[in-house]
């Protein structure tokens, strides 16, 4: 593998050291934790391999339903295969929460949407005076160019 390819697969730093220090302080009784470089690239591999491994066994599960798009229950089902089911129940109410926030999202957004809907139809419906000059000007029924 080359130097770019690995750098690719490489989780963001900043995200994996912000987490690690979440969980270190909350176990630490709130002291900041200084993670010395060797252990933010421990962490950070760890935290690749174990989403490859998952990755790959959440997809052979799909496969064997005949499907191509992995699903939130093929995961689940994964994290049992892997023998992970600690896992399972945080990753549930995560899962609801994302879900009980994009459907307000999208609720929010379809509602905006028809607002605006309704307001270019209205805008729409309703004569522009300007627009009725300007017909009035290519009908030749302007005064100001008379030159009787």
Do not use: W
């Not at 499907?67 to 689940?76: G, H, K």
């Not at 607002?115 to 309703?126: G, M, P, Q, V």
């Amino acid at each position: 593998m080359t130097k770019s390819q690995t750098e690719a697969e490489e989780l963001p730093r900043t995200i994996v050291r912000r987490v690690v220090k979440d969980k270190l302080s909350q176990s630490s009784d709130g002291e900041d934790v200084i993670l010395h470089k060797d252990a933010l690239l421990a962490f950070s591999e760890s935290a690749r391999i174990f989403i490859h491994y998952l990755s790959a066994t959440a997809n052979d599960i799909c496969k064997e339903s005949k499907r191509q798009i992995i699903n939130a229950d093929d995961v689940l089902k994964a994290l049992e295969e892997i023998e992970f089911p600690e896992l399972i129940d945080p990753l549930r109410v995560a899962l609801n929460e994302f879900r009980k926030k994009n459907a307000a999202k999208k609720s929010g957004a379809k509602a905006n949407e028809a607002d605006k809907k309704r307001k270019l139809e209205k805008d729409s419906a309703a004569p522009n005076e300007e627009q009725e000059g300007n017909e009035d000007d290519a009908n030749g029924i302007c005064g100001d160019d008379d030159e009787s």
